[in-house]
C-alpha cells in the first residue's frame, strides 16, 4: 500500500490523538489508488477492501483501535454478525457498532463469517467517518 498523508497532528508520540483530529482525518475521501470495484446486481460498486480500510485505521488513530465481535446470528439464509468498533483518544474511548450480513449459501469469495465481518468492519469504520463518502449514491 502506498503511504497515506500524515495525519493533521504530525507529532511522532505515541500516545492517542485527539478525538477531533482522529475524526477529522477519518472524515477525508480514502485517495482512488486505494479503492477497487466490483460488479454485484449489475451494478458496479466501489469500495475499499477491509485489509486497506485497516491500514488507514492503523495510521490515523497510531494503532489504538480494536474490533470485537459482539454478536453472530443466523437465519435460514443469512449469517448476521455485530461489531464493535472501539478508538482509544486522547480523550477516552469512543465506540460503534454495525452490522454485517451474508447469504450462508455464498458462492462468490470468502465465506460467509468473513465476508460478513468484513462488511461489519468496513460499516464500524464508515460510522466514524472512514469511507463514508464511498455509501453515498449518485443521483
Known sequence: ?????????TTEAVAPRP???????????IPQRHLRTKKQG???LTFC???????ILDHYTRG???MEVTSVQTTEERLIV???LSIHAAEGIVAREATGTELLSVTAYGDPSSNAEAQAFKRACARFGLGLHLYEKEE
Do not use: H
Open 64 to 66: 489504538f483501535w480494536e
Open 49 to 55: 477492501p477491509w485489509y486497506r480500510t485497516q491500514k
Open 42 to 44: 449489475g451494478a458496479t
Open 82 to 84: 455485530v461489531v464493535r
Open 19 to 29: 478525538l477531533a483530529d482522529i475524526l477529522a482525518d477519518l472524515a477525508k475521501p
Open 1 to 9: 500500500m502506498e503511504s497515506m498523508p500524515p495525519p493533521s497532528d
